[in-house]
């Protein structure tokens, strides 16, 4: 059973960053071929795609956020981390990881954690 668990603080200032982690139980993140991704939904925007972290450690961003995102991991944890700087009210979500499993033909999201609340405000 593969299960992904968020944690991290649920109110952030604006101007600073938020920061998340990922907790993965029953499946090694440097397992071939799963990426790891972070995931958002709000009200303003529905579901958005933030990035994700590959079982060989590469990242790759949404193009309007990969210049305020920092995706990385901790093998050693099994663990992988979201930060998002420079965060605004607008980046009020629920943020969600989830696990893609790739294989030459699709992509399933096939796993998903359960979500936390991030709530930007002073």
């Known amino acids: 059973q593969v299960q992904l668990q968020e944690s991290g603080p649920g109110l952030v200032k604006p101007s600073q960053t938020l920061s998340l982690t990922c907790t993965v139980s029953?499946?090694?993140?440097?397992?071939?071929?799963?990426?790891w991704n972070w995931i958002r939904q709000s009200p303003e925007k529905g579901l958005e795609w933030i990035g994700y972290?590959?079982?060989?450690?590469?990242?790759y961003y949404k193009t309007s956020l990969a210049s305020r995102t920092s995706i990385s991991r901790d093998t050693s944890k099994n663990q992988f981390t979201l930060q998002l700087s420079s965060v605004t009210p607008e980046d009020t979500a629920v943020y969600y990881c989830?696990?893609?499993?790739?294989?030459?033909?699709?992509?399933?999201?096939?796993?998903w954690g359960q979500g936390t609340l991030v709530t930007v405000s002073s």
């Open positions: 029953g499946n090694s993140i440097a397992t071939d071929y799963y990426y």
């Open positions: 989830a696990r893609i499993w790739a294989t030459l033909s699709y992509r399933y999201l096939d796993v």
């Open positions: 972290i590959s079982y060989s450690g590469n990242t």
